[in-house]
């Protein structure tokens, strides 16, 4: 079942992308046909580069910023988000590794006319992170690690940290160490490249382990969990019950993503900032395991 989505969707983004390039220029390299990992140059993907920006690494479709970057005074919480950003005025940056998915993202990003302060390019998580840290001339106020593919889950306990049974899906990162998307230099590079006061990593998941072991990672990163403002006391199950990977994960005695950090609420001031996913979840009742983080003080 999973296999069959993952095809449905690569359909409807080649349709898509396909549609979408057939409506603007595309000569613009700032925007589509880009390489992998190309060298951002601010002051030509930026009107402003000055500005605050917002990054999301592993971004798919651009859903969440396309959301963001386009949130009108008339839209409901514009002003209540739990992050302190004024949301009109920054740039945004997604990153991906799929080439139809930042396609799609650009073309959109053209048609709505946000060009001047949102940019999507295809490349690793690491380069792109290095690069924001290492040249954006601003201040980088907010990473956003949301619904990475999850690795497949281990469940023998002699193999350490959650790596998945055999019959799992063969298309995921192996283990958390091999190809997951999330790795130690990611985090800290996002660590060099935020603001050191009020630059904030916003951590989220629909796989209970994967977030827990994010936030583990992002600790060893030196980031520290901010409390939430709604905290989750236990979590509930979904309207389609407890998935078995959580089930194994509970039964080897992993840490739950419950307690003061973990928050039931959305830190985005509107819907129109969430995810595909994180739409998904809402709809079905899913859990959706969120933490936000700041550089720990030394």
């Given at each position: 079942?999973?296999s069959t989505?993952?095809?449905?969707?690569?359909?409807?983004?080649?349709?898509?992308?396909?549609?979408?390039?057939?409506?603007?220029?595309?000569?613009?390299?700032g925007?589509?046909?880009?390489?992998?990992?190309?060298?951002?140059?601010?002051?030509?993907?930026?009107?402003?580069?000055?500005?605050?920006?917002v990054?999301?690494?592993?971004?798919?479709?651009?859903?969440?910023?396309?959301?963001?970057?386009?949130?009108?005074?008339?839209?409901?919480?514009?002003?209540?988000?739990?992050?302190?950003?004024?949301?009109d005025?920054?740039?945004f940056l997604?990153?991906?590794?799929?080439?139809?998915?930042i396609?799609?993202?650009?073309?959109?990003?053209?048609?709505?006319?946000?060009?001047?302060?949102?940019?999507?390019?295809?490349g690793?998580?690491?380069d792109?992170?290095?690069?924001?840290?290492k040249?954006y001339?601003?201040?980088?106020?907010?990473?956003?690690?949301?619904?990475?593919?999850?690795?497949?889950f281990?469940d023998?306990?002699?193999?350490?940290?959650?790596?998945?049974?055999?019959?799992?899906?063969?298309?995921?990162?192996?283990?958390?160490?091999?190809?997951?998307?999330?790795?130690?230099?990611?985090l800290?590079s996002?660590?060099?490249a935020?603001?050191?006061?009020?630059?904030?990593?916003?951590?989220?998941?629909?796989?209970?382990?994967?977030?827990?072991?994010?936030n583990?990672?992002?600790?060893d990163?030196m980031?520290?969990?901010?409390?939430?403002?709604k905290?989750?006391?236990?979590?509930?199950e979904?309207?389609?019950g407890?998935?078995?990977?959580?089930?194994k994960?509970i039964?080897l005695?992993?840490?739950?993503a419950?307690?003061?950090?973990?928050?039931?609420?959305?830190?985005?001031?509107?819907?129109?900032?969430?995810?595909?996913?994180?739409?998904?979840?809402?709809?079905?009742?899913?859990?959706?395991?969120?933490?936000?983080?700041?550089?720990?003080t030394?």
């Amino acid at each position: 079942r999973f296999s069959t989505r993952q095809r449905k969707q690569r359909a409807f983004l080649k349709s898509a992308a396909k549609h979408w390039d057939s409506q603007i220029d595309c000569e613009d390299p700032g925007q589509t046909g880009q390489g992998i990992n190309p060298q951002l140059d601010w002051f030509r993907i930026f009107k402003d580069p000055s500005l605050p920006l917002v990054v999301d690494i592993g971004c798919g479709m651009g859903v969440s910023i396309l959301g963001l970057s386009s949130l009108e005074e008339t839209d409901e919480g514009k002003h209540c988000s739990l992050l302190n950003l004024d949301w009109d005025k920054c740039n945004f940056l997604g990153a991906d590794l799929s080439v139809l998915g930042i396609n799609f993202a650009s073309s959109i990003t053209a048609r709505w006319n946000l060009h001047s302060n949102v940019h999507f390019a295809v490349g690793a998580a690491e380069d792109i992170m290095d690069q924001v840290a290492k040249t954006y001339p601003g201040s980088v106020e907010l990473c956003m690690i949301q619904f990475p593919t999850p690795f497949r889950f281990n469940d023998n306990p002699d193999e350490g940290m959650p790596s998945v049974v055999n019959q799992g899906n063969q298309q995921l990162p192996t283990d958390a160490f091999s190809g997951f998307m999330v790795t130690q230099g990611l985090l800290e590079s996002a660590r060099d490249a935020l603001n050191n006061e009020s630059g904030r990593l916003l951590l989220q998941s629909n796989v209970e382990d994967v977030a827990v072991f994010m936030n583990k990672l992002a600790s060893d990163a030196m980031f520290e969990p901010l409390q939430a403002r709604k905290s989750v006391e236990k979590i509930e199950e979904g309207n389609d019950g407890m998935p078995q990977r959580t089930q194994k994960w509970i039964s080897l005695g992993g840490e739950r993503a419950e307690g003061p950090i973990w928050s039931t609420e959305t830190f985005f001031p509107s819907t129109k900032g969430a995810t595909e996913t994180e739409v998904a979840c809402l709809l079905n009742g899913t859990p959706v395991h969120r933490v936000l983080l700041k550089k720990l003080t030394i």
